[in-house]
């Protein structure tokens, strides 16, 4: 006779009524603030955008403003992100393959970022490379502008941008190991063959995750480059920036028209991760089962 048969069920297997009554409240409460809080919002910006028509909504996103500050968005996350991938890739390496002075101080500065408001990052900008800051009378000298031109908006994203690469990299290689590596240069591989054909496709996951919110972010950057970019319209706007100018001059349609982009670009980036994520767990599993039939 088995003993095992006769062990009663542990109660957490058996969830008494009172325990489905109260996982039902929970999951009732979180699918009304999601509503409230995220799916009515984002319903809420198309429904203001198409109030007026279609019509009135292509003409509106049509606008040269709107189709600069479009261009201009485009332009400034295509510079910052290679620029956020070089400088994670690099710190990730070096953070998790070698020990170093200053490591610790290195990992402190990547957070910078994300304690810091863009705003303050901004004024930091204005503070160094502005007219009356500590480099702006030699760059005005050799009429170099960076404040109120796109270089300034820029610098800015790729400040509030650049810790989101290396945050994905860097848990992600320290459980990872070096095995691989360590292998690869046992067998007389140099380092750039190390990192293209071992360290690279070991890494693509995470890196392409955060590629993804380095761009989310880039797209949607408002503080920081609000207070870089001197708001001249056709010149300095990007699009956050054109939809709150929209919005001051009351044209609220013609605002939430280009709010609809970037909750458009929000959406996709969304899709795209969750496609990466699904990716990467058939990847993971079916090496898995390669490595353990």
């Known amino acids: 006779m088995s003993v095992g048969h006769n062990l009663p069920t542990p109660s957490i297997l058996r969830p008494s009524a009172k325990q489905k009554v109260g996982r039902g409240v929970l999951i009732v409460l979180a699918l009304l603030f999601l509503a409230i809080f995220l799916v009515l919002p984002l319903v809420t910006v ?15 996103i049509q606008q040269a403003d709107v189709l600069f500050a479009l261009r201009l968005t485009c332009l400034v996350t295509g ?36 304690a810091v408001s863009p705003v303050v990052a901004g004024m930091m900008y204005v503070e160094v490379f502005g007219l009356h800051g500590w480099l702006g009378p030699w760059m005005l000298a050799h009429n170099l502008h960076v404040i109120f031109a796109i270089p300034g908006i820029v610098l800015a994203t790729v400040f509030v941008t650049f810790p989101f690469v290396a945050r994905e990299l860097i848990p992600f290689m320290q459980a990872q190991g ?116």
Do not use: C, M
């Open 46 to 60: 198309f429904v203001e955008a198409f109030s007026e028509g279609w019509k009135i909504y292509r003409n509106s």
């Open 79 to 114: 510079i910052a992100v290679p620029l956020n991938v070089i400088f994670g890739i690099a710190a990730s390496w070096a953070i998790t393959r070698f020990d170093f002075h200053g490591k610790t101080l290195l990992i402190t500065l990547i957070d910078i970022p994300l």
């Open 178 to 293: 070096s095995d691989e590596e360590e292998a690869a240069t046992a067998l007389g591989a140099n380092g750039w063959s190390i990192f293209w054909r071992v360290t690279l496709p070991n890494i693509k996951w995470a890196l392409l995750y955060g590629i993804i919110l380095t761009a989310a972010r880039a797209i949607g950057e408002f503080g920081a480059v609000s207070v870089v970019s001197g708001h001249i319209r056709g010149q300095t706007t990007t699009l956050p920036l054109q939809v709150e100018i929209f919005y001051n001059e009351y044209n609220f349609t013609a605002a939430f028209a280009a709010a609809s982009l970037l909750t458009l670009a929000a959406l996709l980036t969304l899709v795209i991760k969750k496609v990466i994520e699904w990716s990467s767990v058939i990847h993971y599993r079916i090496e898995a089962e390669i490595i353990e039939p």
